[in-house]
């Protein structure tokens, strides 16, 4: 899992709350990227950054919402809206947006809705 | 656009045979292969990636692919497998360039029987 970390390991969520879920990292990296993961569907993307204080939408953004204003944080909040918010969510990093970079996964978030 | 195919949902193979992991991907120029590992409720990680050179690529505990031009393909070996290779294993693919995404397969469940 490197250095990247991912909190907490298990959330609960009531159904209408807004979570947010940590992700941090000490690799220098300056692309950061949340993943979601359902069974049999591999990995969907769901927010991206390439430097601070910039970011965009993945495949699948409705209903969550992203921050980047340190190198080393890029938090995702599942909010409301999301209707089926219950999966894992594995945060990634690249040092770069170069096409030949290695992305490195944090250990992940199971988000389960109540 | 990227896609990624792992054709077989699941791979059983008995201890110490020879194991392969099927990819096969379309893109549009060059691709950038990956291949990773998850374990349960784990993150994933990293064993091995492509991006030009020799065909046969050699990575972590022993796992090698080999890049095929001609049939799209960049499947996964090892000639001895392990109980402890059981696992979900994806491929991905990063078109050439910078600002491509990663694209991952659904990724397939090797099962090695002791």
């Known amino acids: 899992d490197g250095g990247i970390t991912q909190s907490p390991k298990y959330l609960f969520r009531k159904e209408g709350q807004n979570v947010t879920l940590s992700c941090e990292q000490n690799?220098?990296?300056?692309?950061m990227y949340w993943y979601r993961q359902d069974p049999g569907q591999g990995l969907r993307l769901i927010y991206y950054s390439q430097i601070v204080n910039d970011f965009q939408k993945g495949d699948i953004a409705e209903g969550y919402s992203v921050s980047r204003e340190k190198k080393e944080s890029f938090p995702l909040t599942v909010t409301s809206a999301q209707k089926n918010p219950t999966a894992f969510y594995l945060c990634?990093?690249?040092?770069?947006?170069?096409?030949?970079?290695?992305?490195?996964f944090g250990p992940g978030t199971r988000l389960t809705v109540l | 656009a990227q896609s990624v195919a792992q054709p077989e949902d699941q791979v059983n193979v008995a201890e110490g045979n020879p194991l392969t992991v099927k990819c096969t991907y379309s893109?549009?120029?060059?691709?950038?292969l990956f291949w990773y590992v998850q374990y349960p409720n784990r993150g994933l990680q990293f064993l091995l990636k492509?991006?030009?050179?020799?065909?046969l690529v050699k990575g972590s505990y022993g796992f090698e692919a080999e890049f095929n031009k001609s049939q799209t393909s960049f499947h996964l070996k090892k000639p001895s497998a392990l109980v402890s290779d059981s696992a979900l294993y994806f491929c991905?693919?990063?078109?050439?360039?910078?600002?491509?995404?990663?694209?991952f397969g659904p990724g397939t469940r090797l099962s090695v029987l002791p």
């Open positions: 991905a693919v990063r078109d050439l360039g910078v600002g491509q995404n990663f694209v």
């Open positions: 990634a990093s690249t040092k770069s947006r170069v096409g030949t970079d290695t992305q490195y």
């Open positions: 893109v549009s120029g060059n691709p950038y």
């Open positions: 690799l220098n990296h300056d692309a």
């Open positions: 492509y991006i030009t050179g020799d065909n």
